[in-house]
């Protein structure tokens, strides 16, 4: 059985990934990417921690909230994705500084 540590360092990667999409980061498109990175690095931990509490017992609600979250961040990355498309054939650019003059 694979430790604990080895899952959460996977998880602290992608968190780190999903951090440095959303503050490096201009355009919308990976905007959008760092947060599903970010979520997946969420749910990773969740499951990691709910399959080693107990040796050779898996939580199943721990499951069960899992699957519901990746159903729900699908539905939210459509809706964004819908919503970036929307930015650049109105806008014709994906950049979110020049996005943020545009309010002014």
Do not use: Q
């Amino acid at each position: 059985m694979i430790s604990l540590s080895y899952y959460l360092v996977g998880a602290t990667l992608l968190f780190t990934i999903g951090l440095y999409c959303l503050i490096a980061k201009r355009n919308m498109i990976r905007l959008v990417m760092g947060i599903d990175i970010l979520n997946n690095a969420a749910n990773l931990s969740f499951i990691a921690f709910s399959s080693h509490a107990k040796s050779g017992f898996t939580e199943p609600l721990a499951h069960a909230i899992v699957i519901m979250s990746i159903a729900m961040g699908g539905c939210v990355i459509a809706i964004a994705m819908t919503l970036v498309l929307h930015a650049y054939r109105h806008y014709k650019t994906l950049d979110v500084r020049r996005l943020r003059r545009l309010k002014w």
